[in-house]
């Protein structure tokens, strides 16, 4: 984004028109799309702005409270009471930034961003001086889009910075604060934002775009909560050693084990539940007649995160792109 | 049609032409068959009763909304964001602008966006209604909005003006302040100026051209002298139900029987036979006349005739 106000000069600058040569300044509908919606910009700024030196800060008294347990030689700090402080805080953040941001940008910026202007008549304003309703519209989703670009990718940067150093501790911190790392908070925002415009277009409503919107949110991270991990090429692993205590596999650090089985000796896979008897008498003989011989586990390798996070927003980015094509054809056709 | 009327307005440059223009909507046909044509330099007034496509007609003139059949051409071009986009302002009935933008930020807006903007014009426009440049448009009142909508509209420097209803909401003082602003920009710009309204007085005191559609289609449309003069306001007696024998092969707009006496407006046809009392009839009498009787033969000048030719090129 380029700098918008004069008023970002150093106060030394000899005169307002030599300091606004200097400084970039928007113009036509650049200008006008800033002004619209300067308070959404700014806030948005302003808020990742805060978010990142209160990531900075967090991450500087994480790695103080490592330090003091001797990390990184001593990785015992993982179990110890006193880290839970710090990775629940990671964890809330991670829903802050994966779920929070992309629900209120879609409702506050998506949404109101072309239906205000059809509510208040003020795109017919614009769109009735020399400006063409697909240059109106390529600016304002273009500017927004790009906004929300910049803001969401710092954040997921600064997230995923203060998230590193731990984050191969657990498989929870690794795999659910994991979730809002990398491409994936940019995604979902741009995803439920440009779907918020593209309500609000058809609906023509502000208030009633912003309570859809807010559904249409929730929705999609509903879907991709429940869907996500599928996106992994998933692993299996299978023992012969029975199922009895110290028999179950030991899967490698990290890894998300997705779904587990009892394995009989035909080589199907039965529910690991299907045994549970009141004595452990009778839980031996249903394993005996089932003829068990083994665990089956499903599991996400830790190398297959990038993967599962890269194929998701790419899924995603792809409908958001979809949505955009339908926001510039329904205004060239049905604007008006 | 009248054959009084020569054929002089032909030859100017039409602002508007239109030809076959119609537009459906769900509920139906808002406008249909409007064929008409405005020269350049008139002040045309556009009346018609509430729903008559007056709306419709103006929003497919300035690009809004996209003809269903017919073509309309502004200064011999389809409406767009081009040459025909740029030579024409519009002003929606409910004056959209931007409620947080202050004045000044307003006639930036216009800067920004119209290539030739004169902001000279626009703040004189501004300032002789002693609006402050610094306040907000939303804590305006009505005449100021108004005022500041018609500085944006004046500071694109427009062949065509087109206002759809600008003066409906205002006190008769203000209005007749912003009507004296309007003509006074029209007259030292040559601006063609399309003009929507319900005030018949207004209409009659600035208006040279006038446009009447009702029910979707073209009434009445040319010179507001020409339209005036082929027209006769008949007062006589009754001799029954009807329309009097002695006026059926002139063009009976419409009559209306009280007690023992008929008066009726119609288009004189040669001489008028029988006892009557002929009067010259005000431009409301005839804009009612047409407005009352949908079954009165339409009346469009020759200055008016859309060139089928030209339409369809």
Redesign the interface.
């Known amino acids: 984004m380029t700098t918008t106000t004069p008023t970002s000069a150093p106060p030394a600058a000899s005169g307002a028109s030599l300091t606004s040569r200097r400084i970039p300044r928007l113009?036509?509908?650049t200008?006008?799309v800033w002004?619209?919606h300067r308070a959404a910009f700014w806030t948005g700024l302003a808020v990742t702005v805060a978010a990142l030196a209160w990531f900075a800060y967090q991450r500087a008294s994480m790695m103080a409270y490592l330090e003091r347990t001797g990390w990184p030689e001593s990785k015992s700090w993982a179990l110890q009471n006193g880290f839970q402080e710090y990775s629940s805080r990671l964890g809330d953040t991670s829903s802050l930034v994966g779920l929070l941001v992309p629900v209120l940008v879609g409702v506050f910026l998506g949404a109101p961003l072309i239906a205000n202007d059809l509510e208040?008549?003020?795109g017919?304003?614009?769109?009735?001086?020399?400006?063409?309703?697909g240059?109106w519209l390529t600016t304002k989703v273009g500017m927004a889009v790009a906004v929300v670009t910049l803001c969401t990718t710092a954040l997921s940067a600064a997230y995923g910075w203060w998230l590193e150093p731990v984050a191969e501790a657990d498989k929870e911190l690794y795999w659910v604060a994991g979730s809002a790392t990398g491409p994936v908070p940019v995604a979902l925002t741009l995803l439920t934002m440009v779907g918020g415009v593209a309500i609000g277009m058809v609906l023509r409503r502000t208030l009633l775009s912003m309570a859809v919107t807010f559904g249409f949110a929730v929705t999609v991270q509903v879907l991709w909560a429940a869907n996500w991990l599928r996106l992994g090429d998933a692993r299996t692993v299978t023992t012969h050693d029975g199922v009895g205590e110290g028999a179950f596999p030991k899967l490698p650090e990290a890894a998300y084990d997705l779904d587990q089985s009892y394995l009989t000796g035909s080589g199907d896979l039965i529910g690991w539940g299907s045994c549970a008897e009141q004595t452990e008498q009778a839980t031996n003989a249903c394993l005996e007649k089932k003829d068990v011989v083994g665990w089956s586990v499903e599991y996400l390798p830790q190398s297959e995160l990038p993967a599962v996070l890269w194929t998701g927003s790419a899924i995603m980015l792809a409908l958001t792109a979809a949505f955009a094509v339908f926001v510039f054809w329904w205004g060239r056709k049905r604007l008006? | 049609m009248s054959s009084v009327m020569d054929n002089r307005g032909a030859a100017e440059e039409p602002a508007i032409e239109a030809y076959g223009l119609g537009k459906r909507f769900r509920r139906g046909w808002a406008l249909k068959d409007c064929s008409f044509r405005l020269p350049a330099g008139r002040i045309c007034g556009l009346v018609g009763p509430n729903g008559a496509g007056k709306t419709t007609l103006m929003g497919m003139a300035v690009n809004l909304l996209k003809p269903t059949a017919g073509t309309v051409r502004v200064f011999g071009e389809t409406p767009g964001p081009e040459n025909a986009g740029r030579r024409t302002a519009f002003l929606a009935q409910e004056k959209p602008l931007f409620r947080r933008f202050t004045v000044a930020e307003t006639l930036r807006m216009g800067r920004e966006l119209n290539p030739g903007w004169d902001q000279r014009t626009a703040e004189e426009i501004v300032r002789s209604g002693d609006v402050p440049m610094g306040a907000r448009v939303g804590t305006l009142s009505g005449g100021q909005r108004t005022r500041v909508a018609f500085a944006l509209a004046f500071g694109r420097r427009p062949d065509l003006l087109i206002l759809d209803e600008p003066m409906s909401d205002l006190d008769p003082l203000v209005r007749h302040e912003l009507m004296a602003v309007l003509m006074a920009g029209a007259a030292e710009h040559g601006t063609t100026v399309l003009m929507s309204s319900h005030m018949l007085a207004d209409l009659e005191n600035i208006c040279d051209y006038l446009l009447v559609i009702a029910a979707g289609s073209v009434r009445m449309a040319g010179e507001v002298d020409e339209l005036l003069t082929c027209h006769t306001l008949l007062t006589g007696a009754g001799t029954g139900e009807g329309v009097p024998q002695e006026l059926a092969r002139h063009t009976v707009v419409e009559s209306r029987t009280s007690g023992r006496q008929i008066t009726a407006l119609v288009r004189p046809d040669g001489p008028v036979a029988g006892t009557w009392q002929a009067d010259a009839p005000s431009l409301e009498e005839v804009l009612l006349a047409y407005l009352r009787s949908p079954d009165a033969p339409p009346l469009i000048s020759p200055s008016a005739q859309a060139d089928p030719k030209v339409a369809a090129a």
């Open positions: 113009s036509g509908l200008w006008l002004r619209q208040q008549g003020t017919k304003l614009v769109t009735s001086q020399a400006v063409s309703r240059r008006y």
